[in-house]
């Protein structure tokens, strides 16, 4: 039995749960989002909650669709209603960035400044050296910091390029250089 997906759902206030289909929508204040449901996967959507089923209990791919879609839902239901957010921080000597209409525009070290299209439904803010991306699905903000963050990832010796705000690098030294000749 899968223990996440046997959780029921609950659905907030100024939610809306809808199953059409194999398609499920949740609309919220954050906005709409959809999510193509497995044909495995049974969706009972009431007033107050949503739950999620499977045919076959002892099918150990389908305990696995249960979870995961159990999970799906629940971020959709979050997504909707408080929105994700993820940061990034900016290190190094020169590094600028800065938000022109819908392009997260950046200096860093390269011979060209780097513009990255922000996606439609993401909102990015820019305070000094910290990116703040945020929006209602869980899955984009995810994938638009990780685009972010692989154009600049921190190196190891100095720390500079992109990194999560709660994201430590591990320093390491650098080459030693002996004296040579000195003090016999």
Partial sequence: MSRIGKKPIIIPL??????????????????????????????????????????NKENKRQKALWGL???????????VTKGFEKKLE???????????GTKLVMSLGFSHPVE??????LT????????????ADKQQVGQFTAEVRALKKPEPYKGKGIKYVDEVVRRKAGKV????GGGK
């Fill in 69 to 79: 879609f159990r999970a799906l839902i629940a971020n959709q239901v979050d997504g």
């Fill in 177 to 180: 250089v002996k004296v040579v």
């Fill in 116 to 121: 990255v299209e922000i996606p439609k439904g």
């Fill in 14 to 55: 100024g939610v809306k749960v809808e199953k059409k289909d194999l398609t499920l929508t949740v609309t919220g204040p954050k906005g709409t989002l959809n999510l193509d449901l497995h044909p495995k996967v049974k969706i009972d959507v009431t007033d107050k909650e949503v739950n999620v089923d499977i045919s």
């Fill in 124 to 135: 990015v803010a820019v305070d000094k050296n910290i990116i703040s991306i945020s929006g």
């Fill in 90 to 100: 900016v290190i190094g000597v020169g590094f600028k960035v800065a938000t022109s």
